[in-house]
């Protein structure tokens, strides 16, 4: 599958699209500028909730000159029992171009891509613990940014791994770049699978070899009840934490990443989310680049959209 009409897979495309969309992002931070041949509308229907995701597309498409829609799906008729499929057909028939679509379901773009009535474009902003495949081009651009290369770099992904369709997403991806990929967490949330793309390790032991550390959040709102009720902040902290004593042991080049939100000393102490080693916010602002790079791209191919040379 290549980006002509959807972007829901990133671990999908070619590396010449990968390369170009992470040279396109750089090139809208940078200034570029591009010129729509005609109106576009563009709706964000988010079933999960999302700040950093769901607000950075919003810039993007009105940083493109974009109509952007919020269609809440709390409010809307899905909540009379009308199917995600009619719903994509009706904000279609009322003329939307593109729909970007979170939903907690794995793989919730496979229906509608099989139905040919519905023509379009699909973004995928994360579908339950499968992709996040707008979250991995931002974190491409961000390593890219510091490194200009993927291969050859050891890239740890720290903590709640059966649950983050970023850790699924970024490792395929980077794997496939040529990166070595280390995982560590509570070992019973380290599925198996991920023996694909890395191998499960001691935090401590390898800390001191990583290029990038990139933590993640414990998305308790996935967990069980049990879970939820034994789960303790300080002594996962203590365990899987990125502390003070742990982030001293770094490379002195490595830098710090998390897809965000972050909870403060639980996956990471608080005095190193801003830290000269963390590229947390960088990764957000890279967000809306990104993303600006997903949309002009579609637009670009489906011939809706005249480039303009970038400013600097």
């Not at 070619?14 to 570029?32: M, P, Q, T, V």
């Not at 009706?90 to 519905?118: F, S, V």
């Not at 961000?142 to 983050?164: A, P, Q, R, V, W």
């Not at 102490?269 to 600006?292: C, T, W």
């Amino acid at each position: 599958m290549t980006i002509k009409n959807n972007f829901l897979n990133i671990n999908s495309l070619s590396n010449d699209e990968i390369k170009n969309l992470i040279l396109l992002a750089h090139e809208f931070r940078n200034g570029k500028q591009v010129k729509l041949n005609q109106p576009i509308y563009s709706a964000n229907l988010f079933f999960e909730n999302s700040t950093r995701t769901h607000t950075s597309f919003e810039m993007a498409q009105r940083k493109l000159g974009l109509q952007s829609f919020d269609i809440n799906p709390q409010t809307s008729s899905m909540q009379k029992g009308e199917s995600l499929s009619d719903t994509v057909k009706t904000l279609q028939a009322i003329g939307m171009n593109c729909l970007i679509i979170r939903h907690k379901a794995t793989g919730w773009y496979k229906e509608l891509l099989a139905d040919p009535n519905i023509k379009l474009s699909l973004i995928n902003a994360g579908d339950g613990s499968g992709q996040h495949p707008s979250q991995s081009l931002l974190d491409l651009v961000t390593i890219d940014d510091e490194f200009k290369k993927f291969s050859g770099l050891k890239i740890g992904i720290i903590g709640d791994l059966s649950h983050s369709r970023v850790a699924r997403s970024d490792a395929e991806i980077l794997k496939h770049l040529g990166a070595q990929i280390y995982f560590s967490g509570p070992k019973e949330w380290y599925p198996k699978d991920f023996n694909n793309f890395g191998e499960y390790v001691n935090f401590d032991e390898i800390i001191e070899k990583l290029d990038v550390v990139m933590m993640l959040r414990v998305q308790l709102e996935r967990l069980n009840q049990e879970l939820v009720s034994s789960f303790t902040p300080n002594n996962y902290f203590k365990h899987y934490g990125l502390t003070e004593s742990r982030a001293a042991e770094m490379k002195k080049d490595a830098i710090i990443m998390h897809p965000a939100p972050v909870n403060r000393d639980v996956e990471i102490a608080s005095s190193l989310v801003e830290s000269p080693h963390s590229r947390i916010f960088r990764q957000m602002q890279n967000g809306v680049f990104a993303r600006m790079a997903i949309l002009a791209t579609i637009l670009k191919n489906q011939g809706l959209l005249e480039e303009y040379k970038c400013k600097s």
